[in-house]
């Protein structure tokens, strides 16, 4: 099935989030921290956690099911390691403030770590890891999530997908690689659903239990295939004990009796010599090897880079049905 795309510049693209999301009550300032993360994670390519996902944010927003006035309140503070309550208020504000404040800690300590109980969806969590390197610090992020994978060896929906977020300061970008313990991340599947296209890899399981590439069917049954099979599956276990421990916050087993709010870590290593250089040389090292052997490779965040470059001079290709529904929110008075 073919889809029909139109271009939007990017500064078009943020001025109508951000307006929609002042006339769903948010203040000036928190309104132009979200429409920027979710028009910069399009600019990046990254529609699933952008313009895709721009109406269900706004939608939660109008609905209750996150307080937009809600200001994340610190709880725990022990030297390099703090816990914040969330409040239930927005995702992506309370992840820039968290990776602030792990940056901040470990400026002073050498290591930051942030805790964050009910909160709620960060969006990309590249974002949180590209802000960490910005500063010359090193990133770690992750969050649970709802149950969205199977138990290994079993059918039943009881483990989140649960990304995780490395960042490395470079001389010229940072190294990030951003990744859910899924072979696709949801809002991927969701993408390539709407766009009509089968996944290149398996990438869940249907109702029988068997392997398909079809997001759809994966999306409905909430049956994504963790990476690395059984060790992704462990991983995912470890990480949702991490941080729902660590902030005193709920674990993805117990989120359907809790409410559906999530718990995240931030943590910053702050080197205190310039790392940059190094980390360069070990991408160069790593092109030159490659190219010598007649092949090509990319660095986690790379191809990022381009498709911002690309998107900023052609404009961010965006499904017309989704736009269209957009501005028709955006011009209604």
Aim: charged share 20%; proline share 4%.
């Amino acid at each position: 099935m073919t889809q029909d795309y139109v271009f939007i510049k990017y500064s078009e693209m943020l001025n109508v989030f951000q307006s929609i999301l002042e006339r769903e009550g948010l203040k000036t300032e928190k309104a132009s921290i979200c429409a920027g993360i979710l028009a910069d994670n399009s600019l990046d390519g990254v529609d699933s956690h952008g313009v895709l996902r721009f109406e269900n944010f706004a939608d939660r927003l109008k609905n209750g099911e996150m307080d937009g006035d809600a200001e994340p309140v610190k709880i725990v503070g022990n030297n390099a390691f703090e816990c914040w309550d969330g409040k239930k208020g927005l995702g992506p504000v309370n992840a820039v403030l968290m990776a602030d404040r792990a940056i901040c800690l470990s400026k002073e300590f050498g290591i930051g770590v942030v805790a964050l109980r009910n909160t709620t969806h960060w969006m990309r969590g590249g974002t949180y890891g590209q802000r960490i390197a910005s500063q010359g610090c090193f990133g770690i992020c992750w969050t649970n999530t709802k149950a969205n994978m199977n138990a290994w060896g079993t059918h039943k929906e009881i483990v989140g997908n649960n990304p995780i977020v490395f960042a490395a300061p470079g001389k010229d970008a940072p190294v990030v690689l951003d990744m859910a313990l899924s072979q696709y991340s949801y809002g991927k599947l969701v993408a390539m659903d709407l766009a009509g296209q089968m996944l290149p890899f398996y990438g869940g399981f249907d109702k029988a239990g068997n392997l398909t590439k079809d997001p759809g069917v994966i999306v409905e049954n909430h049956s994504a295939l963790p990476i690395g099979y059984w060790k992704g599956y462990g991983l995912a276990i470890m990480l949702d004990i991490f941080s729902s421990v660590l902030s005193n916050g709920v674990s993805t087993v117990f989120m359907p009796e809790s409410g559906h709010t999530v718990s995240q870590v931030f943590i910053s290593i702050h080197p205190k010599t310039e790392c940059g250089i190094a980390v360069s040389d070990i991408i160069r090292k790593l092109k030159i090897e490659c190219s010598n052997s007649g092949e090509d490779v990319h660095f986690p965040g790379e191809q990022t880079i381009e498709r911002r470059r690309k998107n900023l001079e052609t404009g961010i290709p965006v499904l017309s049905d989704v736009w269209t529904s957009i501005m028709k929110r955006f011009e209604k008075q």
